[in-house]
T-cell receptor, first 115, second 115 residues
Framework: GAGVSQTPSNKVTEKGKYVELRCDPISGHTALYWYRQSLGQGPEFLIYFQGTGAADDSGLPNDRFFAVRPEGSVSTLKIQRTERGDSAVYLC?????????????FGPGTRLLVL | DQQVKQNSPSLSVQEGRISILNCDYTNSMFDYFLWYKKYPAEGPTFLISISSIKDKNEDGRFTVFLNKSAKHLSLHIVPSQPGDSAVYFCAASVAFGTSYGKLTFGQGTILTVHP
């Protein structure tokens, strides 16, 4: 079956622009997570969705970052007024129900470069 | 505040030998630990996990050891194979309560297995 997919795989933008990153989770998975991986670091949690609702957005760095999951499947991470420090790989993961010991399956990530 | 630390950025091992990757954590609330493996341009892939009620979990060539008193875990790969060459991330979560499986990752260790 299909795994988690993310588009685009690469995104280059200019400082101050708006970007949208898309995540398509594994079919049937109700839990969806966004993580951000900066160069030389491990992934850092951004936000968790259970169905359509953001159950935990404590990892979003500031109000320029926003994510939605309107139908409980595909999710979009939106970044306004991008800054050079936003450059990173943005990873999406999904799990069946979001249980604390469930395996999270990761997509290949979107590599964002802000010039 | 790095709650999960992998102090060795890289490890080089000969094929057939044992690879030992180490991880330390500071948050005593963590009670579920995982290892993920990551190849370039791919997302992290789940490898093995351990709950805090155990001190060892084995899956084929992979064994994870947990020392709760020292807040330390390690991943042993025996025998190491060239295909094991990848970045290995240690991750931790709080297994109970409302953490929703939110993972906290270490910085990663690059493992290179030489033929």
């Amino acid at each position: 079956g299909a795994g988690v997919s993310q588009t685009p795989s690469n995104k280059v933008t200019e400082k101050g622009k708006y970007v949208e990153l898309r995540c398509d989770p594994i079919s049937g998975h109700t839990a969806l997570y966004w993580y951000r991986q900066s160069l030389g670091q491990g992934p850092e949690f951004l936000i968790y969705f259970q169905g359509t609702g953001a159950a935990d957005d404590s990892g979003l760095p500031n109000d320029r970052f926003f994510a939605v999951r309107p139908e409980g499947s595909v999710s979009t991470l939106k970044i306004q007024r991008t800054e050079r420090g936003d450059s990173a790989v943005y990873l999406c993961a999904s799990s069946f129900r979001g249980g604390n010991q469930e395996t999270q399956y990761f997509g290949p990530g979107t590599r964002l470069l802000v010039l | 505040d790095q709650q999960v630390k992998q102090n060795s950025p890289s490890l080089s091992v000969q094929e057939g030998r044992i690879s030992i990757l180490n991880c330390d954590y500071t948050n005593s609330m963590f009670d579920y630990f995982l290892w993920y493996k990551k190849y370039p341009a791919e997302g992290p892939t789940f490898l093995i996990s351990i709950s805090s009620i155990k001190d060892k979990n084995e899956d084929g060539r992979f064994t994870v050891f947990l020392n709760k008193s020292a807040k330390h875990l390690s991943l042993h790969i025996v025998p190491s194979q060239p295909g094991d060459s990848a970045v290995y991330f240690c991750a931790a979560s709080v297994a109970f309560g409302t953490s929703y499986g939110k993972l906290t990752f270490g910085q990663g260790t690059i493992l290179t297995v030489h033929p």
